[in-house]
């Protein structure tokens, strides 16, 4: 199947990914892996005008544990979960 053309662009902090967001809006789609956007866009059941890549955000990686809560970013994964010794 042949997809729409689309752009891609790589936020490198949260507050490029959030303008840009802001500036596509309903036609962005964000993406870290690919392992879920990706296909959808090859069969066609998703189109969208520009994918977000905040694979690269720091920020969202981040695993801290302040007044007895953990807080996970975004882009914390069951590895980095299971080998922290916070958790």
């Known amino acids: ?3 729409r053309p689309f ?3 790589r936020a490198e ?4 990914a959030c303008s840009l967001l802001r500036e596509h809006g309903e ?3 964000v993406i870290a ?4 956007l990706m296909p959808l866009i090859n069969l066609g059941l998703v189109q969208p005008d ?3 890549d905040i694979s690269r955000v720091a920020g969202l990686r981040e695993l801290r544990a302040a007044d007895g809560y953990l807080t996970a970013g ?6 980095d ?3 922290d010794p916070l958790v």
Request: net charge positive; charged share 10%.
């Open 7 to 9: 752009s891609y662009q």
């Open 50 to 52: 520009v994918v977000i």
């Open 27 to 29: 036609g962005a789609k």
């Open 1 to 3: 199947m042949f997809t």
């Open 13 to 16: 902090r949260i507050a490029d």
């Open 33 to 36: 892996g690919g392992q879920s």
């Open 74 to 79: 975004a882009l914390v994964t069951h590895a």
């Open 81 to 83: 979960l299971a080998a």
